[in-house]
């Protein structure tokens, strides 16, 4: 089954064309706080993950849950939950990439 990768939101700086991760609010750059949204591919690396076992009230029938710090295109990062299928395991330097975004965040998976 193949799935379709999200892109992600990101807000551009309207002078130096520095990227952040939504929202921004000033530049830290140039200090300008003007910005256009664009979109960026979802994909990404793992850059580092863990995995919570004490979590927020709103989580907590949730643990454990895996999350990780994805390294997108440009240097951007976010963290992000990952959806692993029962034989995958979170490594430094996966490929994995944009499943969806809801109120809780980013959700990843391995590609």
Not at 42 to 58: D, F, K, L, S
Request: with cysteine; glycine share 10%; charged share 20%.
């Amino acid at each position: 089954m193949q799935t379709t990768l999200q892109n992600i939101g990101v807000d551009k700086c309207g002078q130096c064309g520095k990227l952040f991760i939504s929202p921004a609010y000033v530049c830290g750059a140039c200090g300008s706080e003007e910005f256009r949204t664009e979109q960026i591919p979802g994909r990404g690396t793992i850059y580092t993950h863990t995995t919570i076992r004490v979590a927020p009230e709103a989580f907590r029938d949730q643990v454990p849950y895996p999350m990780a710090v994805v390294e997108l295109a440009h240097g951007l990062r976010l963290t992000a939950r990952m959806v692993l299928k029962k034989e995958e395991t979170m490594e430094i330097g996966h490929a994995v990439g944009c499943l969806r975004q809801d109120e809780a965040g980013y959700w990843f998976g391995i590609l």
